[in-house]
T-cell receptor, first 113, second 109 residues
Framework: EADIYQTPRYLVIGTGKKITLECSQT?????MYWYQQDPGMELHLIHY???????EKGDLSSESTVSRIRTEHFPLTLESARPSHTSQYLC????????????FGPGTRLTVL | GQNIDQPTEMTATEGAIVQINCTYQ??????LFWYQQHAGEAPTFLSY??LDGLEEKGRFSSFLSRSKGYSYLLLKELQMKDSASYLC??????????WGAGTKLIIKP
């Protein structure tokens, strides 16, 4: 079983609030990812990191930011939440080699009112 | 552009066999993954194919034809717990995963 954790699991907040979604993994994986997924839809990559101090934007334009100060921790921050940010956010990690399966956290279901 | 196509939904009977197809058009190819995702849960890894042919793993098998841009996931001896979405994802030339929207598989008794 993969050791990757996300908190909170569920979050309901008002428009304009700043929020941080936490993601931690204890597997020592170099690569970490944030995806956004709406019900019945494909996963969209919003941010990824190949190691400490490395962060990149994915293919889905996002108003969020990420940081990677420690290998195990990859938080995602929304400076000002909007109803359009309502979605499921999935964090994943994989080993450093080019081809390895991604292990996913349980996800955070975010609702912005 | 990059594109992954899978049927939206399929229905099968417990104990039967079902084949879920996936076709892809991507910029480069470094392998194809299948993941299972139960409703409200995170995806879990099922299989990886990079060479043409069939990979068998218990009740699940995955097939790849690179020349046709085609893969399928074969599930045998279906069980009720196999009711889930099955996601096809291709690793492109930049080693980024391109995801399909998934096939929702409904198993009936």
């Amino acid at each position: 079983e993969a050791d990757i954790y996300q908190t909170p699991r569920y979050l309901v907040i008002g428009t304009g609030k700043k929020i941080t979604l936490e993601c931690s993994q204890t597997m020592g994986h170099d690569k970490m990812y944030w995806y956004q997924q709406d019900p019945g839809m494909e996963l969209h990559l919003i941010h990824y990191s190949y190691g400490v101090n490395s962060t990149e934007k994915g293919d889905l334009s996002s108003e969020s930011t990420v940081s990677r100060i420690r290998t195990e921790h990859f938080p995602l921050t929304l400076e000002s939440a909007r109803p359009s940010h309502t979605s499921q956010y999935l964090c994943a990690s994989s080993r450093g080699q080019e081809v390895n399966e991604q292990f996913f956290g349980p996800g955070t279901r975010l609702t912005v009112l | 552009g990059q594109n992954i196509d899978q049927p939206t939904e399929m229905t099968a009977t417990e104990g039967a066999i079902v084949q879920i197809n996936c076709t892809y058009q991507t910029s480069g190819f470094n392998g194809l993954f299948w993941y299972q995702q139960h409703a409200g849960e995170a995806p879990t890894f099922l299989s990886y194919n990079v060479l043409d042919g069939l990979e068998e793993k218990g009740r699940f098998s995955s097939f790849l034809s690179r020349s046709k841009g085609y893969s399928y996931l074969l599930l045998k001896e279906l069980q009720m717990k196999d009711s889930a979405s099955y996601l096809c994802a291709v690793l492109d030339s930049n080693y980024q995963l391109i995801w399909g929207a998934g096939t929702k598989l409904i198993i009936k008794p």
